[in-house]
């Protein structure tokens, strides 16, 4: 390991200017959902998602991702009303409390345009803009964009998925995929990439893609990504349960900050804020 090789890159959300590369910035993730599989049900209800965004927002997270519906190996859609519901309030909410970027996690340009127009100024899409108009819409609104590379549909990605060049195959498709969202509107800066850790990948894949995550930086995006208690990790600690992998969580933040990893997705904001500015000292000399 040869210490940070990210770059740093502008990335605008919205009205903001998020200063990619000076240190690792953090996402909080808040499931408004009842399955999601770390934390579904624990904040369905509106009053106790808007409190914990709130507080994830006081203990250190740079953005706030909200996501109505379960992208879990296995899940099945929901109606859009149903996603409506569960999102747009609690992003409204946020967005008049707390001075960080609203995300909302999507697919659908319905929900993407009401949350972008709630208060969100960031789509995060788990399926890279396949929905054209959720490209627009966030063109429209001049929000970031997330784009991840995901193989397959959340039901069927963890049906045996193979890749000739894991890391050659996933960056080929997010540099496809950058180039529909400019081509719909979306301004280069305003866009990042994930390489979905857990979306239609083997245990081997995901490793291989944590190793060489330098090669998204290629890209010329800020790299987003998000290991925080995936099944990897329990697979790798003797098949922990979800709530059992704080630590190992710990571990692959430490190895993506070090990395120059732009973002990383955690469900844990406290604790990983306190990881990557350990790392960040360290490796960048961040005070």
């Known amino acids: 390991m040869d210490g940070v090789s990210g770059?740093?890159?502008?990335?605008?959300?919205?009205?903001?200017?998020?200063?990619?590369?000076?240190?690792?910035?953090?996402?909080?993730?808040?499931?408004?959902?009842?399955?999601?599989?770390s934390d579904g049900g624990r904040y369905l209800d509106h009053e106790a998602a808007a409190s914990h965004g709130v507080r994830m927002a006081a203990r250190g997270a740079?953005?706030?991702?909200?996501?109505?519906e379960s992208t879990r190996p296995g899940s099945d859609p929901v109606p859009v009303e149903v996603e409506l519901d569960r999102v747009v309030p609690v992003v409204k909410r946020l967005a008049a409390e707390v001075d960080v970027p609203i995300s909302v996690d999507t697919?659908?340009?319905?929900?993407?345009?009401?949350?972008?127009?709630?208060?969100?100024?960031?789509?995060?899409?788990?399926?890279?803009?396949?929905?054209?108009?959720?490209?627009?819409?966030?063109?429209?609104?001049?929000?970031?964009?997330?784009?991840?590379?995901?193989?397959?549909?959340?039901?069927?990605?963890?049906?045996?998925?193979?890749?000739?060049?894991v890391v050659g195959e996933v960056g080929a498709f997010l540099a496809g995929r950058v180039e529909a969202?400019?081509?719909?509107?979306?301004?280069?800066?305003?866009?990042?990439?994930?390489?979905?850790?857990?979306?239609?990948?083997?245990?081997?894949?995901?490793?291989?893609?944590?190793?060489?995550?330098?090669a998204l930086f290629e890209l010329g995006h800020p790299v987003l990504v998000g290991p925080s208690r995936k099944s990897?990790?329990?697979?790798?600690?003797?098949?922990?349960?979800?709530?059992?992998?704080?630590e190992g969580t710990a571990g692959a933040v430490a190895w993506l900050a070090a990395r120059g990893v732009h973002v990383v997705r955690v469900h844990d904001v406290e604790e990983?804020?306190?990881?990557?500015?350990?790392?960040?000292?360290?490796?960048?000399?961040?005070?």
């Open 7 to 37: 770059r740093a890159l502008v990335w605008r959300v919205g009205s903001r200017v998020l200063r990619c590369g000076e240190r690792t910035h953090v996402m909080g993730v808040l499931n408004v959902t009842p399955d999601s599989f």
């Open 272 to 287: 990983m804020v306190r990881v990557v500015r350990v790392v960040d000292a360290i490796a960048r000399e961040v005070p």
């Open 62 to 68: 740079d953005v706030i991702d909200v996501g109505g």
């Open 181 to 214: 969202a400019v081509a719909a509107g979306v301004a280069a800066e305003r866009i990042a990439v994930d390489p979905g850790i857990g979306f239609g990948k083997t245990l081997e894949h995901n490793l291989t893609l944590l190793r060489h995550v330098d």
């Open 107 to 165: 697919r659908r340009h319905e929900v993407a345009e009401a949350a972008l127009d709630a208060g969100a100024t960031m789509v995060n899409d788990v399926t890279a803009g396949r929905d054209p108009l959720l490209l627009r819409a966030a063109a429209d609104a001049g929000a970031g964009l997330v784009l991840m590379h995901m193989l397959g549909e959340p039901r069927t990605m963890q049906d045996d998925p193979r890749y000739d060049d």
């Open 232 to 246: 990897f990790v329990g697979r790798l600690l003797g098949d922990l349960p979800v709530h059992e992998r704080l």
